[in-house]
C-alpha cells in the first residue's frame, strides 16, 4: 500500500502560469480531501471531493482554482494565472468513509506539493 | 486576520523527560479532535484522536485529555525520544463537516539527547 501519492513534490511557476497539482488516494479510498498549508501555520481545508464529484469547497478561493476527481485517474487541484501569494504547500488526504464515528475515517495525508511563484 | 510569519511555539525538553503539548479550540460544537505530528518535508501523521464524549484517551506513549469546559486538548508524550521532534497540530472537526478540519497553529517540539 503505497499511501497517498503526490505529484510534483516541487513545482516552480512565474506568476501568470498555471499549476497542477496530482493526488493518487490510497487504495480503496473514495474521498480525497486537499488543505493548503502556509509556512509556520497549520493547515487551511480547501475542497473536499468524491469521484466526480465535489461535496465541499467552501475552503477555496472563488476565483482561478478548482478541483476534480474524475472516475479514473488521480484528483486534480489546478491554479490558473498563480500569483505569489499562493505559494505554499498543498496537502492531499484521503479516507475511506464519512462516518466520523469510525475510526476508519481518520485522513491519511500525502507528503505535500511545495508551489513556489516567482 | 492570519498571523503569517510568526515563530511556532517551540517546547524544548531532554530525551526521557515527559511532553505535555496544549491546544486551545475555538469551536464549542466541535465534537471530535485529533493530533497530528508534521515532520520537516513531510505530511501530517495521524497519532491520536478523542470524541467529546471522552475526557481521555491512551495510546501507546501518548495520552490525549479534553477538557470541554475551558475549550482546551493537550497531548502528553511519555519519555520523549528524539524522534519525536516535529511540529505538533490539534485539529478539530466541526459537526457540520465531514473531515472538514480546523487545524490549530502548531507547537514545535525539539528533544535533546
Known amino acids: 500500500n503505497a499511501g497517498v501519492m503526490q505529484n510534483p513534490r516541487h513545482l516552480v511557476r512565474r506568476r501568470g502560469q498555471e499549476a497542477r497539482l496530482r493526488c493518487s488516494p490510497m487504495k480503496g479510498h473514495s474521498h480525497v480531501y486537499w488543505y493548503r498549508q502556509l509556512p509556520e501555520e497549520g493547515l487551511k481545508f480547501m475542497v473536499y471531493?468524491?469521484?466526480?464529484?465535489?461535496?465541499?469547497e467552501s475552503g477555496m478561493p472563488k476565483e482561478r482554482f478548482s478541483a476534480e476527481f474524475p472516475k479514473e485517474g488521480p484528483s486534480i487541484l489546478r491554479i490558473q494565472q498563480v500569483v505569489r501569494g499562493d505559494s505554499a504547500a498543498y496537502f492531499c488526504?484521503?479516507?475511506?468513509?464519512?462516518?466520523?464515528?469510525?475510526?476508519?475515517?481518520?485522513?491519511?495525508f500525502g507528503a505535500g506539493s511545495r508551489l513556489t511563484v516567482l | 486576520g492570519e498571523s503569517v510569519g510568526l515563530h511556532l511555539p517551540t517546547l524544548s525538553v531532554q530525551e526521557g523527560d515527559n511532553s505535555i503539548i496544549n491546544c486551545a479550540y475555538s469551536n464549542s460544537a466541535s465534537d471530535y479532535f485529533i493530533w497530528y505530528k508534521q515532520e520537516s518535508g513531510k505530511g501530517p501523521q495521524f497519532i491520536i484522536d478523542?470524541?467529546?464524549?471522552?475526557d481521555k484517551r491512551q495510546g501507546q506513549r501518548v495520552t490525549v485529555l479534553l477538557n470541554k469546559t475551558v475549550k482546551h486538548l493537550s497531548l502528553q508524550i511519555a519519555a520523549t525520544q528524539p524522534g519525536d521532534s516535529a511540529v505538533y497540530f490539534c485539529?478539530?472537526?466541526?459537526?457540520?463537516?465531514?473531515?472538514?478540519?480546523?487545524f490549530g497553529t502548531g507547537t514545535r517540539l525539539l528533544v535533546s539527547p
Open positions: 471531493l468524491q469521484k466526480e464529484n465535489i461535496i465541499d
Open positions: 478523542i470524541r467529546s464524549n471522552m
Open positions: 485539529a478539530e472537526n466541526k459537526r457540520a463537516g465531514f473531515q472538514k478540519l480546523v
Open positions: 488526504a484521503s479516507s475511506k468513509l464519512t462516518d466520523r464515528t469510525s475510526g476508519a475515517n481518520v485522513l491519511t
